[in-house]
């Protein structure tokens, strides 16, 4: 009887090291390809589709971090998986997860929550951190915004709370879209029903990916939209300290 196992093989678009950006300390960052979300403000359209990226094995993407493994290994750090959407490949991102809790490296994934029913408990247990991207607490601006629905986010939020997996917000600020005092009040209220939130980053709008949509043909919908300025910021950030939660 033939006993031999197919290796895990995933679609990936690149890989970086950053340190205070994807999680505590150094990390690598490990960008899956593919993405069911069109945000309007996406900084990576380039990993928007599984077929631009590259097929690899696990065996592969755990050599390269081996290669890296005393430097994220230590003072806090550990390997992220982001992307795209890690969690349009559960098995490969499971194993990569699983692999990486073996060699003791911390982990943390990177997901708008919108696939997180692909998530399995396993999966989840092999993760000490979820950024989780809200991308709007209100309904309709969230569609408008990223092609999706809300609910599969909230309804994640609420069964990494029940699991005890720790979680940072991660919340883009972008005037005109994501600046609605009653809608950031009402994700603040929703947050701090949790248990499990740690702190939410509030991240302000950017164009670094501009020349990404020029270079794919393809226009850039915020083009004309301003970055938020330092009060605006700060607002929205005293709006979630005021629910108890630390805001950065």
Known sequence: ?????EP????????????GVDGPGTRFV???????????YCANPDTWHMRDGRETTVDDVMAEIGRYRSFVGTAGGG???TGGEPLLQPAFTA????????LGLHTALDTSGFLGARANDELLADTDLVLLDIKSFDAGTYRTLTGGSLAP???FATRLDRLGVPVHIRYVLVPGWTDDPEAVDGLG???????NVDRVD?????????????ALGLPFPLRDTPAPGPELTERVREQFREHGLRAL
Do not use: I, Q
């Open 153 to 155: 986010t909230l309804s």
């Open 30 to 40: 490990l960008f899956v390809s593919g993405c069911p979300l069109r945000c309007l």
């Open 95 to 102: 194993a990569v997860l699983r692999r990486c809790k073996e």
């Open 1 to 5: 009887m033939n006993t031999t196992t």
């Open 79 to 81: 390997v992220t998986l």
């Open 202 to 214: 509030v991240l302000p709008f950017h164009k670094l990916g501009a020349h990404k949509y020029e």
């Open 189 to 195: 209220a929703f947050l701090a029903g949790l248990g």
């Open 8 to 19: 895990v093989t995933g679609r990936v678009h690149s890989w970086d090291l950053s340190t």
